[in-house]
């Protein structure tokens, strides 16, 4: 019971620390681009940073996100399956489930390997959506992997969802750096 609440407690300041993170890193974006904007210039002053920016923030945006958003897919769709609500359901392939860090460890492999592959910088901003996404689905189930063993929806499953929100607090504290590291060099050369 006692391991119990300290797992729960280390999911929660881990779901906060993520939380807190990303809404830092969009709200510091957002108050740095909106002073006097109306809402659709402030549309067009992120897309023009956006292609503006260097190919390493983009990327590092880019993988952020789509790790953010295909995590907590990843964490409702997989709800909706065991609650049998909704059109999806479990892939089998004859009797082998096949669980989706399979289909993650793919799409790492092949955004990995066209990154390295290509050498193409304008392209690795695109990759890291699928590299991200991939990611994300295979540390969902990282307490499976451990464990050797179908751990999803017990207490030892728990390990898979403070990997997955720690790694979210970390991408996106890893984009706070970046881009103040970036002001920094701005403000030196000026």
Do not use: K
């Not at 993170?21 to 659709?40: F, I, K, M, Q, Y």
């Not at 609500?85 to 669980?99: A, K």
């Not at 990282?142 to 017990?154: G, N, P, R």
């Amino acid at each position: 019971m006692r391991r119990r609440r300290r797992s729960h407690r280390r999911v929660r300041v881990l779901a906060g620390a993520a939380g807190c993170v990303s809404v830092a890193a969009l709200g510091a974006e957002l108050l740095h681009v909106t002073r006097g904007e109306t809402p659709r210039e402030t549309v067009e002053v992120l897309r023009e940073g956006y292609r503006a920016g260097p190919a390493n923030e983009a990327s590092l945006l880019n993988l952020f996100l789509s790790f953010a958003i295909t995590f907590g897919a990843a964490r409702a769709v997989t709800t909706m399956i065991r609650s049998g609500r909704g059109p999806l359901r479990n892939v089998h392939v004859g009797r082998r489930h096949i669980h989706h860090f399979v289909p993650g460890i793919l799409m790492c492999l092949l955004s990995g390997a066209a990154s390295i592959g290509l050498r193409h910088e304008e392209l690795d901003h695109w990759l890291a959506v699928p590299f991200g996404a991939g990611a994300a689905l295979v540390l969902d189930e990282a307490a499976l992997l451990l464990e050797l063993e179908d751990v999803y929806w017990s207490e030892e499953g728990l390990v898979s969802v403070e990997i997955g929100l720690g790694t979210v607090a970390l991408l996106g504290a890893l984009a706070m750096l970046i881009r103040m590291a970036r002001r920094g060099e701005q403000t030196r050369s000026a």
